[in-house]
């Protein structure tokens, strides 16, 4: 290793933190998928999650967050979101007996309804099974909302696409989940507006 672990450290969370400023420009895009989420589940929608790898964990993060709560200082009840990464019994049989490019296409078809929305997390934008739900999602009269590194197909799939401006992984990583808990944070706020913070 050339240098010091501290300077692997600086050299890391500098590229995380200009990865950050340059997110911070999707400032608009950000809202407006908290908005979209939050117009859906104030009309009796849902919200679909899906991803791979890290992208899965962020999946069940980010519903993790909705059905419980995002803010300590907020009260309120289940938001309804579902993490297509969860069913290993469903994933491992339907990946066996059919393929894993239909398997978040698959759920979408069972679980979504118009009015919903689909948020997928892609860091390449082009993970294949996450293309084929947005397919799926838009075919169905859901909202689409894309979380990717830079490019990809899923930037013209979604109706709201939210891009880091990276190529590294784990760079993108560490901002979508800023980006996550953002759109967490401004849906509550959006649908609890009297709770006092």
Do not use: W
Request: a negative charge.
């Amino acid at each position: 290793m050339n240098g010091s672990p501290l300077d692997y450290i600086r050299h890391e969370m500098e590229k995380t933190s200009l990865a950050m400023a340059a997110a911070a420009t999707e400032g608009q895009a950000i809202a407006a998928a908290a908005g979209l989420i939050a117009e859906a589940m104030s009309a009796g929608g849902k919200l679909l999650i899906c991803g791979n790898g890290g992208s899965a964990a962020d999946s069940q993060h980010v519903a993790a967050e909705f059905v419980g709560r995002f803010s300590r200082t907020i009260e309120r009840g289940p938001l309804p979101a579902l993490a297509l990464t969860t069913d290993t019994s469903f994933l491992t049989a339907f990946c066996n007996d059919y393929s894993f490019e239909d398997v978040f296409a698959r759920q979408v078809e069972a679980f979504g309804a118009g009015g919903d929305v689909l948020l997928g997390i892609s860091t390449s934008g082009d993970s294949e099974n996450v293309v084929r739900a947005f397919i799926e999602a838009r075919g169905r009269g859901m909202g689409t909302v894309a979380l990717t590194g830079r490019g990809g197909r899923l930037r013209d799939l979604a109706d709201i696409p939210i891009e880091v401006s990276s190529l590294e992984t784990a760079v993108i990583q560490n901002v979508h989940i800023a980006v996550e808990h953002l759109i967490c944070g401004l849906v509550e706020r959006i649908l609890f507006p009297e709770v006092p913070r």
